[in-house]
């Protein structure tokens, strides 16, 4: 006898850009994508039954002969076991220590506000305001040379920033708002060993393509509303605290924009690319570009469109690492100076406690990025042994 589909799973028509027959498969806090022939044997995996019924009904299905032998081999594949009753797994997910701060409840009202904001128009003008304030903020930037934060203007920018960060997952719920998916809460936890805000957009998923794209770039773009708020602050106050949370919040925008990491950018070139599992066609076309350099008898480049994803992806990947480390190692030779000033100098502890803190953010990062970069090498060299 087969095994028994459970319950819970969700078997609904996916759109990958291609126009290609595919469903998403949704069981818990796990989603997979898969072809008709998987899709129609779930589907009619509901009730007990032998390989050869099964396979019966899915042809029966799908108006094309499906053997019993194709079958088996769906229902054995060990991806698909969470599926069943008999072959439950606990999901794996990169966000370990979570808490929820705020449920979906909560937050009804003000996602149906924000939601209205999702429109061309007014992301046209908020983009095109936030340019205009920005602006201005540089040129007046090149009027003065800005002096150190206090450690109260230090910890108070850190606020305003981590404050950001959560009108950023705001976002990416608002979206799902707009759209009508199913969504949950706002919850905090641990991303390898750097701590992160998460919003629950799992039913984003079942969205087209295009509004799972406005899904993923809803934070960024809720974001940018905030530090548009931040901006006309500054102008009015010309407070180097809302200059620092502004510079801060950009660089945070950039870092979730890599796809590098499984953040907002891996998820918006996959869905804009139509190309689920990115990093896995990723590695796969650079495989094929690196047999074809090596020479190796047989190989060839892939196709136009895998190809200019890898470039974009490579670009990109560059460009964020380089302005990574770039930022973070001005950011920490200024912090670690001002620190070693500060305490040199027998000043209060209260404003050394704040460049401290910073210091000390800057380090969690660095050391984030640099684990980051082994595992990027470390597949790299699988790739290149290949």
Request: charged letters at 15%; proline letters at 4%.
């Amino acid at each position: 006898m087969t095994p028994t589909l459970r319950a819970d799973v969700r078997v609904l028509p996916f759109d990958d850009g291609e126009g290609r027959n595919r469903f998403i498969v949704a069981v818990g806090e796990r989603h997979f994508v898969v072809g008709e022939v998987v899709a129609a044997v779930l589907q009619e995996a509901r009730v007990p039954s032998t390989p050869e019924a099964l396979a019966q009904r899915v042809s029966g299905r799908l108006g094309a002969s499906v053997s019993a032998d194709v079958v088996n081999r769906v229902i054995a594949e060990q991806m698909l076991s969470v599926c069943f009753h008999d072959g439950a797994q606990t999901a794996q997910c990169p966000i370990r220590f979570r808490a929820r701060l705020v449920g979906a409840a909560a937050l009804r009202v003000p996602l149906a506000l924000l939601s209205k904001l999702f429109t061309s128009k007014v992301a046209i003008l908020a983009i095109v305001m936030l340019a205009v304030v920005q602006i201005a903020i540089a040129a007046g930037s090149e009027r003065g040379v800005a002096e150190g934060l206090s450690g109260t203007e230090v910890m108070c920018a850190v606020a305003l920033t981590l404050l950001g960060v959560f009108v950023h997952e705001l976002g990416h719920l608002a979206a799902c708002a707009r759209f009508g998916a199913v969504h949950g809460g706002i919850g905090v936890g641990l991303y390898w060993c750097m701590p992160v805000f998460y919003a629950d957009v799992n039913g984003a998923w079942t969205l087209p393509r295009l509004q799972r794209a406005a899904v993923d770039a809803g934070g960024v773009y809720l974001q940018c509303i905030y530090t548009l708020g931040l901006g006309a602050a500054y102008l009015a106050t010309q407070s180097p605290t809302i200059r620092e949370a502004i510079a801060w919040t950009f660089f945070l925008m950039l870092h979730t924009l890599n796809p590098v990491l499984k953040y907002d950018g891996y998820w918006l070139l996959t869905d804009l690319a139509g190309a689920p599992n990115l990093h896995g066609r990723i590695r796969d076309s650079a495989q094929q570009v690196w047999s074809v350099i090596r020479r190796v008898p047989g190989a060839s480049l892939p196709g136009t469109k895998p190809l200019l994803l890898l470039g974009a992806f490579t670009a990109i990947a560059f460009a964020y690492f380089a302005y990574l480390l770039l930022v973070l190692g001005a950011g920490i030779g200024k912090s670690l100076g001002a620190t070693a000033e500060k305490w040199a100098a027998g000043e209060a502890s209260w404003p050394a406690v704040g460049e401290f803190a910073l210091l000390a953010l800057l380090l969690v990062m660095a050391v984030s990025l640099s684990f980051v970069l082994a595992r990027s090498i470390h597949r790299i060299g699988r790739i290149s042994s290949t």
